[in-house]
T-cell receptor
Framework: QKEVEQDPGPLSVPEGAIVSLNCTYS??????FMWYRQYSRKGPELLMY????GNKEDGRFTAQVDKSSKYISLFIRDSQPSDSATYLC??????????????FGKGTHLIIQP | DADVTQTPRNRITKTGKRIMLECSQT?????MYWYRQDPGLGLQLIYY???????NKGEISDGYSVSRQAQAKFSLSLESAIPNQTALYFC??????????????FGPGTRLTVL
């Protein structure tokens, strides 16, 4: 079983819809959770960053973490065609030194239909 | 100008050849990383470097080596390329002082094909 599971999609929704992207994980030591957005032929860029459980909102984007269920979500409101990209979740334990790097999900390919 | 650049952007090579991928950054970050991305497998860490004298293996370092020539330059080498090293390779940087792995800034990637 992979440490981080993410449905690769593609997920296709009409413009204006609310999008829900999700990841599940098995390592209870993960404390920091991130969402990266990757456009075609580009490197990933950090979109959202959260620590531990709870919600964080930034414009049309909301990141949600439920540590008890080992489940994280990214919600996109009023989705736009420019949101079409691959979204990767990433997470890591609390940094105590050593090789405790990021563990990435495989990414979900999102398509927003005009 | 891009803050993290990678050369070449595309490369086709043959099995057994030695190849070097180069990464340069103008962000002034101490930490640099090399990842590979494969369809269906996501991003995997190959090597990372906290500073010029501190280089560490990631989860899939076999078959790869790295060199940190300066704070701004981090190269990845395949000593004898094999077809299953065909992938998209990304360099990334992050600033010192942030907890390891926070806010990594990625380059545009190098698409490598080994025939």
């Amino acid at each position: 079983q992979k440490e981080v599971e993410q449905d690769p999609g593609p997920l296709s929704v009409p413009e204006g819809a609310i999008v829900s992207l999700n990841c599940t994980y098995s390592n209870s030591a993960f404390q920091y959770f991130m969402w990266y957005r990757q456009y075609s032929r580009k490197g990933p860029e950090l979109l959202m960053y959260t620590y531990s459980s709870g919600n964080k909102e930034d414009g049309r984007f909301t990141a949600q973490v439920d540590k008890s269920s080992k489940y994280i979500s990214l919600f996109i409101r009023d989705s736009q065609p420019s949101d079409s990209a691959t979204y990767l979740c990433a997470m890591r334990p609390y940094s105590g030194g050593g090789a405790d790097g990021l563990t990435f999900g495989k990414g979900t390919h999102l398509i927003i239909q005009p | 100008d891009a803050d993290v650049t990678q050369t070449p952007r595309n490369r086709i090579t043959k099995t057994g050849k030695r190849i070097m991928l180069e990464c340069s950054q103008t962000k002034g970050h101490d930490r640099m990383y090399w990842y590979r991305q494969d369809p269906g497998l996501g991003l995997q860490l190959i090597y990372y470097s906290f500073d010029v004298k501190d280089i560490n293996k990631g989860e899939i370092s076999d078959g790869y080596s790295v060199s940190r020539q300066a704070q701004a330059k981090f190269s990845l080498s395949l000593e004898s390329a094999i077809p299953n090293q065909t992938a998209l390779y990304f360099c990334a940087t992050s600033p010192k002082g942030q907890a390891f792995g926070d806010t990594q800034y990625f380059g545009p990637g190098t698409r490598l094909t080994v025939l």
